[in-house]
């Protein structure tokens, strides 16, 4: 994406960090809808746009939509990183209606994340700018902090998360990504918020994070190195091995958030183009999901939610032109884990 202006550094966040939280600042931003890669033979499916959700804020001079995650009453919740204060920060969709509305803001949030817990089914969003998880009841109410502080003598940079089977959270920490050092982490939080331990560090700027279909590892996209990582977990869930899984020639454009369908494939949201290429388990590449030519001033689809036991995928995608829901056909039916970071 476009390197952020002043504004919304200033108004957002303190010592530049969330010009660099949201996934890819500092890369020029390529042209919506690029050429496929010379003699790729993945399909290209193309994206429906299902309704604009948000305009470029004039304190901020951008929007940047985050998060889409589905309720169990069917609700999309999504967020918008860059809204400023009295702007909704999470909205809540209706996409059959074709309706939004607010449902939370504050003071001082800038938000890159949101998943349901399995385990208190409240709404958890991942604060860069401030480093912290915060917790809502399901209506934007009864805002709490569920884990603030250092983390092995580190302050965290959040960017997504993923719940465990028992309601642990995983948070990909994206440390280093303004330095340009790979200091990102995996942290691992229990789900009463007292206890983070680290799984994996020395990770180049940690962003998209998801279990598999089985809940057997956590795929992490690794954005300043366009690479997404294989973290195997033992039955405590502690990290048993890593490994490069897959190398995403996305060009100008970075990896972003990381969904997987019940099949175990994975959508990689790319931040710079506004496209997600999805993989199989074993890194061959199936399709790449694009939004229409003649959509302008779109330069990123950072996300991805699949409804639950069906195949209807939506993604958010963001520009200057403003924040948009786009809908397609997934490959796979969605589960939990379907819903990016």
């Known amino acids: 994406m476009r390197r952020l202006p002043p504004r919304p550094l200033a108004a957002l966040a303190t010592a530049g960090l969330l010009a660099v939280a949201i996934a890819g600042c500092g890369t020029q931003s390529g042209a919506p809808g690029g050429p496929a890669v010379p003699g790729d033979t993945a399909r290209t499916i193309r994206a429906q746009k299902v309704m604009q959700l948000t305009r470029t804020h004039e304190e901020t001079g951008m929007t940047l939509l985050e998060g889409p995650v589905f309720h169990p009453d069917g609700g999309l919740f999504v967020v918008d990183v860059t809204a400023p204060p009295g702007k909704p920060k999470v909205m809540r969709v209706d996409v059959r209606r074709k309706t939004v509305r607010a449902v939370h803001t504050d003071a ?133 091995s890593r490994h490069t899984a897959i190398r995403v020639d996305g060009g100008i454009a970075q990896t972003d958030s990381i969904a997987v369908d019940a099949d175990g494939n994975l959508y990689q949201g790319l931040h710079g183009r506004p496209a997600v290429v999805v993989y199989d388990r074993y890194g061959e590449r199936l399709a790449t999901v694009e939004v229409p030519a003649r959509a302008e001033g779109l330069d990123s689809a950072t996300n991805v939610a699949i409804t639950p036991g069906g195949t209807r995928a939506y993604m958010t995608v963001s520009g200057p032109g403003g924040g948009y829901l786009y809908a397609f056909d997934a490959l796979g039916k969605g589960t939990r884990q379907s819903n990016g970071g």
Do not use: C
Request: proline share 3%; hydrophobic share 35%.
């Open 108 to 240: 001082r949030g800038a938000y890159t994340s949101a998943q349901f817990s399995p385990h208190d089914g409240r709404l958890y969003l991942t604060d860069y700018a401030h480093g912290e998880v915060v917790s809502l009841a399901p209506d934007g109410g009864d805002p709490r902090t569920f884990f603030a502080g250092e983390v092995d003598g580190a302050r965290m940079n959040p960017d997504d998360v993923a719940f465990d089977e028992e309601g642990r959270l995983y948070v990909s920490d994206s440390r280093g990504l303004s330095e340009g050092a790979a200091h990102g982490r995996v942290v691992r939080i229990d789900r009463d918020g007292g206890k983070a331990t680290v799984l994996a560090d020395g990770l180049a700027a940690t962003n998209g994070i998801s279990f598999d279909e089985a809940y057997g590892g956590l795929w992490i996209s690794e954005l300043t190195e366009n690479r997404i990582s294989y973290l195997r977990l033992g039955e405590g869930g502690e990290a048993a």
